[in-house]
């Protein structure tokens, strides 16, 4: 059974910081792999997506990298700010299309 | 504008009374599915439609039944609810060719004393 773990489970880091969130998921055999940001009391926004062919992603400060072989994604957000304070997600999708959604990471940019 | 609605956004009730929240998205997207959020336990899929009559189990569906007979539709309906239905609800929607277009809810927060 697919399981996905999101390493750390939180994280402040001072605004301007460059930081990596972490996500690793058990079956390679996935059909991609999608970051997402939630705001409290708000539903999930999508951030990039890596189909499963592809290496990485990159919107504006975000980059997202996918290693399917080892089952690891990595979210890279360069030059943090406070708006970037959210709980970030990972999710993978499988190949029978079910999703299996990481517990995510609660970011906390510290102005 | 381009959404998803779900109603009702909030929902107390009691042991045993059925209850049916429904979703509807206004872009024509083939996919669609519920899922449970839950401290500690992050977004759990519930139910996922593929497309119009096709609906199958995710992660957690026991208690939980769905219904696909319209594309824009897809409610999920709880025949007898208890107390470890307590959650808060996402439906979501997202069209088939084009996955990272996938749009959220603004989610059902639901009671069950």
């Known amino acids: 059974k697919q399981e996905v773990t999101q390493i750390p489970a939180a994280l402040s880091v001072p605004e301007g910081e460059n930081l990596v969130l972490n996500c690793s998921f058990t079956d390679s055999a996935i059909y991609n792999l999608q970051w997402f940001r939630q705001d409290p009391g708000k539903g999930l926004t999508s951030l990039l997506l890596?189909?499963?062919?592809?290496r990485e992603q990159t919107s504006g400060r975000l980059n997202a990298s996918l290693d399917k072989s080892s089952g690891r994604s990595t979210l890279y957000i360069a030059a943090s700010q406070p708006g970037d304070s959210a709980t970030y997600l990972c999710?993978?999708?499988?190949?029978?299309?079910?999703?299996?959604f990481g517990k995510g990471t609660r970011l906390h940019i510290l102005p | 504008e381009a959404q998803v609605t779900q109603n009702p956004r909030y929902l107390i009730t009691v042991t045993g009374k059925k209850l049916t929240v429904t979703c509807s998205q206004n872009?024509?997207?083939?996919?669609m599915s519920w899922y449970r959020q839950d401290p500690g336990l992050g977004l759990r899929q519930i139910y996922y439609?593929?497309?119009?009559?096709?609906?199958d189990k995710g992660d957690v569906p026991e208690g939980y039944k769905v219904s696909r007979k319209e594309k824009r539709n897809f409610p999920l309906i709880l025949e007898s609810p208890s107390p470890n239905q307590t959650s808060l609800y996402f439906c979501?929607?997202?069209?088939?060719?084009?996955?990272?277009?996938?749009?959220f809810g603004p989610g059902t927060r639901l009671t069950v004393l």
């Open positions: 439609s593929m497309n119009v009559e096709v609906t």
């Open positions: 872009m024509n997207h083939e996919y």
């Open positions: 979501a929607s997202t069209p088939r060719r084009d996955p990272h277009r996938q749009f």
């Open positions: 999710a993978v999708k499988d190949g029978d299309d079910k999703i299996i």
């Open positions: 890596i189909q499963s062919s592809q």
